[in-house]
């Protein structure tokens, strides 16, 4: 009895820390306008069987105010209207340049093609689902890559329905992002995500873009974050404005599949971040299984307060990330958000490994 008391103290505490010094962090961190940066930028996509997306997304994506800007588009082998599509807009927006690739290369290789065609210096990526928050998405996020900064952070949002799916949806989204932008305000940043993302691309061809992860279907956001980034080379851009909406999983097993590939390319993280990324999950997991075993054993009270604790704590800290990135969640369902979030990680984990994603599109 003494150990499931010990080993529950210990973990909440540990949940505690990370509730703290990475999640809070993220909530309550202060985003300052940042000088107008008038240097160009290329909005590269790789798309692939995308036509409906592109047609609805193309206009907001050219009506970007800022200095220097064009938009690249690589269609990775599509074999539905993509191709039309492109051809159709090329004629009016001379903003926009288009690559079509013969053949389904893969998202890297289609993104490398975008990335090294390129006429400017700052490479913002997206994805074709995604649209922008406004007019200043990009110029937002350039002013953001100053002198000492190679790489920029953004956030990527879901759009909101009814429903249980999309408060899941936007938990998890909350979660990712909280816990990506904690960790790179603490000087650790380790990915960021493909649908808001800027970098240089000379920092990017000094690393050596994407040839070491060719081979890997996933990757292209993450892994190059941690590519790049530093301790001292990489901001935050966390302005509504520079916010952009995808759209959300239209069922459980799609978004099941989504955070699969999303996840695949966890366990090339750097060693120092698998351990912090493990430990808190391996000490959730913990604190609510030894609170059910005592629950069992009638010895939860120590656990009830606990958790009721942990609970009220993670739904202020909810609320604060929910209103600071216009993604609200509703705070009463925080008990079952969190433990199916946990269950999913834990299911997804397994399936990643038995079963890893192969290809991309």
């Known amino acids: 009895m003494l150990v499931l008391y010990s080993v529950l103290v210990l973990c909440f505490f540990v949940q505690l820390y990370f509730m703290l ?9 202060d985003y300052p306008d940042a000088p107008y940066n008038h240097g160009g930028v290329s909005l590269v996509i790789a798309a692939r069987n995308e036509a409906a997306h592109l047609h609805r997304h193309l206009p907001l994506w050219l009506d970007q105010q800022h200095t220097l800007y064009e938009v690249i ?8 209207d993509t ?10 927006y001379p903003a926009l340049r288009v690559i079509h690739l013969e053949t389904h290369s893969g998202k890297k290789q289609a993104l490398t093609a975008g990335i090294q ?15 922008p928050a406004g007019r200043f998405w990009a110029a937002e996020m350039a002013s953001h890559c100053t002198e000492d900064k190679d790489l920029v952070l953004g956030y990527g949002s879901y759009a909101r329905k009814k429903g249980l799916l999309n408060q899941l949806v936007q938990y998890e989204t909350l979660t990712t992002a909280a816990r990506y932008m904690g960790y790179a305000l603490r000087g650790k940043p380790y990915m960021g995500v493909g649908r808001n993302l800027l970098f240089r691309k000379s920092a990017w061809e000094k690393t050596g873009g ?8 996933y990757g292209d956001d993450d892994l190059l974050v941690q590519q790049i980034a530093g301790k001292q080379n990489t901001a935050l851009c966390l302005h509504p404005r520079a916010f952009t909406i995808s759209t959300p999983p239209g069922s459980l097993s ?6 699969k590939r999303h996840l695949s390319a966890g366990h090339l993280y750097r060693r120092d971040i698998l351990w912090r990324l493990g430990s808190e999950q391996l ?50 369902l925080i008990p079952v958000l969190d433990t199916f979030y946990l269950l999913s990680l834990l299911l997804l984990t397994i399936t990643s490994i038995f079963t890893p994603t192969k290809r991309w599109g």
Request: hydrophobic share 50%; aromatic share 16%; net charge neutral.
């Open 283 to 332: 000490s959730a997991w913990l604190f609510l299984l030894c609170g059910l075993l005592l629950v069992i054993l009638g010895e939860g009270m120590v656990f009830l307060f606990t958790y009721t604790f942990y609970v009220i704590y993670k739904g202020f800290i909810y609320n604060r990330l929910g209103r600071r990135f216009e993604s609200p969640v509703n705070i009463v």
């Open 210 to 217: 994407y040839t070491k992860q060719l081979p890997l279907p």
């Open 73 to 80: 588009i690589v269609n990775d082998g599509s074999d539905d």
């Open 117 to 131: 065609s390129a006429t400017h210096p700052f490479i913002l990526l997206s994805d074709a689902d995604c649209k």
């Open 83 to 92: 191709r039309q599509v492109l051809d159709e807009a090329v004629a009016r």
């Open 254 to 259: 799609a978004w099941f599949h989504q955070k």
């Open 21 to 29: 010094q990475i999640f809070l962090r993220a909530a309550v961190h």
